[in-house]
């Protein structure tokens, strides 16, 4: 065994450790003159490591640095038997965990010679396959109720008409019916609202606000594919209803919905019976997350992943302060900002929110893409232009409309059981993570990212 001592010599009011050795969980750091110390008595081996420093992930730049599978950056130190002068050796004989005090207040962790039973990404193979076996093995009728209802509207109402209904029934979507077919042939979204506005922003000298009044969804859905569609209009024009049936297992159902990007997921009956509506109900992330957060908690002491903090695994998307890779940049915006440039960050990146924050970057609400049906009541859509309305204009006439909401956050220390638990909340679809102190800004942790990442 050999004491190794990790300094963090770069400032900060309070620094934690955390490594591959500690499991990654966060022990605190002494501070030792002008540096935070931690020393611990390892095996020889190749470890890695991070610091926390005023709740802010970070590496030290002097020292090795690798990436993982995950691209998650850490420091890394080779341990030997024959260590340099700056770290000298004491041999011990194998002992238990026990905690001593050095140089005045640095913590000392004797960690045991054998090594971790499972490292992360074996822990992560090995929760994904359970999490796969839940989902195959079950239906949906797990997760949504034999009998229920369920608001369509008929792709031949006016848009203003639909809208308005979507607005007094607080519907983000809504399936669409086709008389003409016979069936469900689409779905009627928030996002058709931002992109209705837009359309009419622009040419409103033109068409005035008449057209919501005499176009119907079924027209604007057609029109849509030409106003937005690019190059590939033809082949949008010929895909069908994204759908699955009843009988379908949940990992069928899920994957459906991330890999189409959709929120939800119209469930056909597979019943050979074609008389009436073939809609039995809408499959949605949030119920099949709250199902399988109710099969692993049954055995939770099985899932050790589930104890981990969020910041050790990888998953969301995260400032580039905190030292973490994203597969997408954190955006953010302010109050003062144009309404426009807000739903512009929205539809350009697919996601569903962005967090406003002041100019210190921390939290002050969240602007949803679903905001955006309170400008259907009364019809304020008509009184308003979207490129004059801030940020904090429409948060207001939110307020005004539906009441004030609580914004949900969590902490980059939050285990990953904590996150999935407050995400099966009915409502709450993304969490954003913040510095408890500032409310700085760090990351955001979506439903599609919790379940993306069960998935794998």
């Not at 931002?194 to 057209?211: A, D, P």
Request: with cysteine; charged share 20%; proline share 5%.
């Amino acid at each position: 065994m050999v004491f190794r001592r990790f300094a963090w010599p770069f400032g900060g009011q309070r620094a934690s450790f955390c490594g591959s050795f500690t499991g990654w969980r966060e022990y605190p750091m002494g501070l030792v003159g002008a540096e935070f110390q931690v020393v611990f008595d390892l095996p020889p081996g190749v470890y890695q490591y991070r610091f926390l420093v005023d709740g802010v992930w970070r590496c030290d730049d002097t020292k090795p640095i690798v990436r993982d599978e995950y691209g998650m950056i850490s420091n890394e130190v080779l341990v030997t038997l024959v260590e340099n002068n700056t770290h000298p050796v004491v041999q011990l004989e194998p002992s238990s965990n026990r905690r001593m005090n050095l140089d005045e207040g640095t913590i000392l962790t004797t960690v045991p010679t054998e090594p971790p039973s499972q490292n992360s990404g074996v822990q992560i193979a090995v929760f994904r396959q359970r999490v796969s076996e839940i989902l195959l093995h079950n239906t949906i009728y797990d997760v949504v109720p034999v009998s229920s209802k369920i608001a369509i509207l008929d792709a031949r109402l006016p848009v203003k008409q639909a809208f308005n209904i979507m607005h007094d029934e607080g519907l983000a979507l809504v399936p669409l019916w086709d008389d003409g077919q016979g069936t469900i042939t689409g779905m009627l979204t928030a996002s058709d609202f931002v992109l209705i506005l837009r359309k009419l922003q622009r040419n409103i000298r033109v068409l005035g606000h008449e057209e919501l009044e005499m176009h119907s969804v079924a027209a604007w859905k057609e029109a849509k594919l030409q106003y937005y569609g690019g190059p590939d209009v033809a082949a949008m024009q010929r895909r069908p209803l994204v759908h699955v049936k009843d009988s379908d297992n949940l990992r069928a159902v899920v994957l459906s919905i991330i890999q189409n990007e959709i929120s939800s997921v119209p469930i056909f009956k597979s019943s050979t019976d074609i008389s009436g509506i073939p809609l039995l109900n809408l499959a949605t992330l949030p119920g099949i997350l709250k199902f399988l957060c109710s099969k692993l908690q049954e055995q939770p002491e099985g899932y050790p992943i589930l104890q981990n903090h969020i910041s050790s695994i990888p998953i969301g998307t995260w400032s580039q302060h905190t030292g973490r890779a994203s597969k997408r940049q954190l955006r953010t915006s302010r109050l003062n900002v144009p309404l426009i440039t807000c739903l512009d960050f929205l539809l350009e990146d697919r996601v569903s929110s962005v967090p406003i924050v002041d100019d210190n970057g921390s939290l002050l609400d969240v602007y949803a893409l679903s905001d955006i049906m309170a400008l259907a009541k009364n019809d304020i859509y008509t009184r308003i232009e979207l490129e004059q309305v801030t940020v904090e204009h429409a948060l207001e006439l939110q307020y005004q409309v539906n009441g004030r909401r609580q914004c949900h956050t969590c902490l980059s220390t939050s285990t990953f059981l904590e996150v999935l638990e407050q995400l099966c909340v009915p409502g709450v679809r993304r969490l954003v993570v913040i510095e408890p102190m500032t409310r700085f800004v760090q990351g955001i942790i979506s439903l599609r990212d919790a379940v993306t990442f069960l998935l794998g």
